[in-house]
């Protein structure tokens, strides 16, 4: 009897312990652009997994994120600072070819960015100080 009760534990102890208990973004509301954990009012700290992944600080959006889309191709991948876009921002159509690429910094468009329409050609958006589009159309 001892050892049934000891195997029981040791087999109970590695199923509860190899079982991840992970997050995803339903798993979230969003409340005045903070994130929380459903059925609690402390803003969230912590990473996401699922169709679409990445980290939270004191609620908002932080580090490096991707999303997937329902076929699992890549959707987009960038990074956020305090909860805005920060940095580089890449694109894909469900095909996995290029729709964007730009940049981002405290959440406002920066630099020129390039769009890649379905049919190949190519899009180039160049932005002044004021983050208004000037576009210009470059055909591949």
């Known amino acids: 009897m001892k050892n049934l009760l000891i195997t029981f534990f040791t087999l109970l ?3 509860t312990s190899s079982v991840g208990w992970s997050l995803i ?3 979230l509301v969003e409340r005045d652009e903070v994130y929380y954990k459903k059925f609690t009012d402390v803003p969230f700290t ?3 997994d699922g169709q679409v992944q990445g980290s939270f600080k004191n609620g908002k959006r932080n580090g490096s994120w991707v999303s997937y889309l329902n076929n699992g191709q890549l959707m987009y991948k960038g990074n956020y600072k305090n909860g805005k ?3 580089s921002f890449i694109g894909y159509w469900d095909n996995g070819q290029l729709q964007y690429k730009g940049d981002y910094k405290n959440g406002k468009r920066e630099g ?3 769009s890649v329409l379905r049919d190949g050609c190519y899009l ?3 932005l002044h ?3 208004v589009l000037v576009s210009s159309i470059i055909s591949s």
Do not use: A, H, R, V
């Open 25 to 27: 973004l339903d798993d």
């Open 112 to 114: 020129s960015w390039l």
């Open 124 to 126: 180039l958006i160049p």
């Open 46 to 48: 912590g990473k996401i």
């Open 13 to 15: 102890f590695c199923l």
């Open 85 to 87: 876009e920060d940095g």
């Open 129 to 131: 100080d004021l983050n």
